[in-house]
């Protein structure tokens, strides 16, 4: 899935269809930023990165909890993530 394949989800009348938009457009970002940071251990960027690879670690911890907060919700509010 791709981000803009959320935007249907988003604009949703139902909570619970914002809600995958949410879980969705975080794990995107997320796995995203992981591989981008797999292949700089790698050697393989194209491109050099601005910021320390400490804060791109700790922004990947965040987004992660966030993603775990969300299922747990999503779990107690019946929410059907996949």
């Known amino acids: ?9 988003m604009n949703s009348a139902d909570y619970k269809d914002r809600f995958k938009a949410e879980y969705f ?3 995107i970002r997320h796995d995203k930023l992981k591989a ?3 292949k700089w251990d790698e050697g393989k960027l194209s491109f050099e990165p601005t910021c320390p690879r ?5 922004q990947l ?3 992660k ?4 907060i ?3 919700r999503a779990k107690i509010e019946n ?3 996949i």
């Open 1 to 9: 899935m791709e981000l803009n394949e959320t935007v249907e989800l």
């Open 25 to 27: 457009q975080v794990k």
């Open 36 to 38: 981008m940071c797999e």
């Open 54 to 58: 400490e804060i791109y670690d700790l």
């Open 61 to 63: 911890d965040a987004m």
């Open 65 to 68: 909890r966030y993603m775990d």
């Open 70 to 72: 969300l299922v747990i």
């Open 79 to 81: 929410v059907e993530l």
